[in-house]
């Protein structure tokens, strides 16, 4: 490996589970830290702001601030901005993410673009038909992440990515993922650590999304066997990833190595 520089880190799976802290998992970070390396916290949970996930984090043992995270709200907000500027959003997601998407404006009826952000109970018929109207009017679909399920301390469980992909289906509307594996999505992970690709890895429990898709931008991966992970969903993946760890606690020693 070349010199490193810098560490993009998913949280759930990897420093957690349910928030609640992997073993060793707050000691490896200060490690990290120690050794010169420059963490960020990058993940698509859609759950809570960047602002709440740092107090979560704190009360689990992580030293980690807010400016320290980014989340998928922030990126679609980023991407709203941008791309969509003014527009009018039907956000369909399960939990408070009001902070982290800054001044996007949120309505039910004529809708510009169909935001999409991770499953709970709001994703029942009546929202999801609302969801498909505004797509057969002509509204853009934008999606946190394509995740198809998540780990918890109940087991997995179904998220956005499999609703997701009957909404594309019925539209016949693909759409635009800014979080992880989006381009989008770790350039500016590895803009605000002023990193550079071949200089970074990406540790992630997900091999699509955080692994093969960092891999994809020239970012080192690196897969643990925490959270989601599965023998059979790195069987079935689309590439290997560069390098797979037991857990995260596991990476300090492996890198000094």
């Known amino acids: 490996m070349v010199e490193l520089r810098a560490a993009l880190i998913d949280i759930d799976g990897v420093l957690t589970v349910s928030w609640r802290p992997l073993p060793r998992t707050a000691d490896a970070l200060r490690e990290l830290r120690a050794d010169g390396i420059d963490v960020l916290l990058v993940t698509n949970t859609t759950s809570r702001t960047r602002s709440s996930i740092a107090e979560a984090l704190v009360e689990a043992g992580f030293d980690v601030g807010p400016d320290e995270i980014l989340t998928a709200p922030a990126a679609a ?61 002509g509204a853009p679909l934008v999606a946190m992440h394509r995740s198809l399920y998540w780990r918890t301390d109940q087991g997995l469980q179904l998220d956005s990515g499999a609703f997701l992909l009957g909404l594309e289906r019925a539209a016949n509307r693909a759409a635009t993922v800014v979080g992880k594996p989006s381009a989008e999505f770790f350039a500016a992970a590895l803009g605000k650590l002023g990193a550079e690709p071949a200089n970074s890895l990406m540790i992630g429990d997900d091999v699509e999304s955080d692994v093969l898709g960092a891999q994809q931008h020239g970012i080192t991966g690196i897969l643990v066997r925490t959270g989601k992970f599965s023998p059979e969903a790195l069987s079935a993946a689309s590439g290997e990833p560069d390098h797979v760890l037991d857990s995260f606690a596991d990476l300090p020693g492996f890198l000094r190595r």
């Open 77 to 137: 907000a980023e991407h709203l901005a941008r791309h969509h500027p003014g527009a009018r959003c039907l956000l369909v997601n399960s939990g408070d993410i009001g902070d982290d998407l800054g001044d996007v404006e949120l309505v039910d009826d004529d809708a510009d673009v169909v935001l999409l952000g991770g499953a709970g109970p709001e994703f029942d018929y009546r929202t999801l038909n609302l969801a498909f109207a505004h797509l057969q009017r």
